[in-house]
Each structure stands twice: as structure tokens, then as C-alpha cells.
């Protein structure tokens, strides 16, 4: 129970964090929305788990309460790398205007780290044949100095 409360402060204190340091446009406003969302999904997920019999408080009952919190961070993690999959995304189309497929490894460890990124771009929009190449090698750039961890475009 008191690994849940501190997950959901963190959770409450992440998004207030981001929405003072976020700007005003678009980006701001999704990654927002997507935090509103994380925050929403921790504070009901003890509930989804007590309902469909899959969590219980007795340890005996529940397989044991590492069983729990494995799946519990596994999860996390999980939506923490949807959240930064769909940011770089946007990034991707309202900066450069690429499509691509973007995919985020993360670590269950206490910060969630990212591990890392890869980035498949499906549509270049852009004539010249040579300046995406470039334009690729700057992203890397860019996402490695963001998040800290290998990038791979492609």
C-alpha cells in the first residue's frame, strides 16, 4: 500500500513538474493530456487488478507481494514508453514533418530508464534524396541528448 501511495504522488508530482516547465502549443498540451492520463491510470489500477480477481492484499492469495509489484512496475514501464513513443512521434511530424514508426525500450529499475530508441521513418515528405540522410543523423542526435540513451533511426 505505501509503494502505491508514493507511485501515485510521483506520479501527481511528474505531472505538475512537466506542466509548469511545458510550453503553451500543441506538444504542450498532448504530453499534458498524456500525463493527465498516466496519473489517472496509477490511481485507478489497484482497483482494475481488485475487480478482475488478478491482486489481493493477502500475500499468500496473491502469489506474493514481489509477484505484484513486478507486474506493477513491468506495467509502468509499459506506459511510460507508449507516452514517449507518441511524443517523439508528434516531435517527428511537427518538427521535421516525417512519419515513422517509433519504438522505446525501458528498464524496470526505480527511474524507468530509457534503454533505447529506435525510430523507422516511413515517410520522409521531403524532395531533395540526399538531406534526409542528414536530417536523420540530427534526430539521432537530438533524441540521444534528450533522453540520454542509444538512438537509432532508420
Do not use: N
Not at 505505501?2 to 505531472?15: E, Q
Not at 515517410?123 to 542528414?134: P, Y
Amino acid at each position: 500500500m505505501k509503494g502505491y501511495l508514493f507511485a501515485l504522488a510521483g506520479a501527481i508530482l511528474l505531472s505538475a513538474v512537466a506542466a509548469a516547465i511545458l510550453p503553451e502549443g500543441k506538444m504542450g498540451k498532448f504530453v499534458r493530456g498524456m500525463l493527465r492520463l498516466f496519473t489517472l491510470t496509477v490511481l485507478v489500477a489497484p482497483f482494475v487488478g481488485l475487480t478482475s480477481g488478478k491482486l489481493s492484499f493477502d500475500k499468500e492469495a496473491s502469489g506474493g507481494e514481489t509477484a505484484v509489484q513486478s507486474d506493477y512496475l513491468e506495467r509502468c514501464a509499459e506506459m511510460a514508453s507508449a507516452m514517449d513513443e507518441a511524443a517523439i512521434a508528434f516531435w517527428l511530424r511537427s518538427e521535421y514533418g516525417f512519419e515513422g514508426e517509433v519504438s522505446v525500450s525501458r528498464v524496470c529499475d526505480s527511474g524507468f530508464s530509457v534503454q533505447k530508441i529506435e525510430v523507422k521513418i516511413t515517410d520522409f515528405g521531403i524532395t531533395s534524396s540526399e538531406e534526409h540522410i542528414d536530417r536523420m543523423a540530427q534526430i539521432a542526435r537530438e533524441l540521444k541528448e534528450q533522453y540520454g540513451c542509444e538512438a537509432e533511426v532508420k
